[in-house]
């Protein structure tokens, strides 16, 4: 079956550690996203990358850092200078980036303790 | 700047027909889409516009009208699985989706 899948589905760590979260697609996608989520918000753009090997920041990159070293992963690592960082956290693939539909994995829960 | 608003909650009853609008601010346009979400799940694409007009599919169908900055979804013949939340968001001239907070729709029998 073809998808996206994250993990952990949920995550706790303690203030002042650095957490990476998982995110793999088979759907050979080129274009992979990492959004946040909060209440009452909409979905926040942290990184995405449109290739393999590069990536861009998008609106709230500080304090997270990313990977795209296989075109199926792109882990998206918490720092603990991300000040404010339990949310839900989206990661999503398209075909490319463009008018392609954006397809998501089921998201991490991160809290910190 | 950037700006997608919807309502936060609407209230609707099984085998009713809801309307949820959307108005877009954005730098460019190249189209709006409707997403599903369910509480604590990720969002599922529901439609795709970027002409003027109606789409439909199924139960579901979504308008645009670009003039007015303005898109709605409507579902018709709710279902208590209906109870979601429903997120609008455009897509920018850089290809960039801009998100609304979503709307709680809440189905009641």
């Known amino acids: 079956d073809g998808g996206i899948t994250q993990s952990p589905k949920y995550l706790f760590r303690k203030e002042g550690q650095n957490v990476t979260l998982s995110c793999e697609q088979n759907?050979?996608?080129?274009?992979m996203y990492w959004y946040r989520q909060d209440p009452g918000q909409g979905l926040r753009l942290i990184y995405y990358?449109?290739?393999?090997?590069?990536?861009q920041k998008g609106d709230i990159a500080e304090g997270y850092s990313v990977s795209r070293e296989k075109k199926e992963s792109f882990p998206l690592t918490v720092t603990s200078a991300q000040k404010n960082p339990t949310a839900f956290y989206l990661c999503?693939?398209?075909?490319?980036?463009?008018?392609?539909?954006?397809?998501f994995g089921p998201g991490t829960r991160l809290t910190v303790l | 700047g950037q700006n997608i608003d919807q309502p936060t909650e609407m209230t609707a009853t099984e085998g009713a027909i809801v309307q949820i609008n959307c108005t877009y601010q954005?730098?460019?346009?190249?189209?709006l889409f409707w997403y599903q979400q369910h509480a604590g799940e990720a969002p599922t694409f529901l439609s795709y516009?970027?002409l003027d007009g109606l789409e439909e599919k199924g139960r579901f169908s979504s308008f645009l009208s670009r003039s007015k900055g303005y898109s709605y979804l409507l579902l018709k013949e709710l279902q208590m699985k209906d109870s979601a939340s429903y997120l609008c968001?455009?897509?920018?001239?850089?290809?960039?989706?801009?998100w609304g907070a979503g709307t709680k729709l809440i189905i009641k029998p």
């Open positions: 516009n970027v």
């Open positions: 990358s449109q290739i393999v090997n590069d990536f």
């Open positions: 999503a693939s398209s075909t490319s980036q463009g008018p392609d539909t954006q397809y």
């Open positions: 954005t730098s460019g346009f190249n189209g």
């Open positions: 759907l050979n996608h080129d274009a």
């Open positions: 968001a455009g897509l920018d001239s850089n290809y960039q989706l801009i």
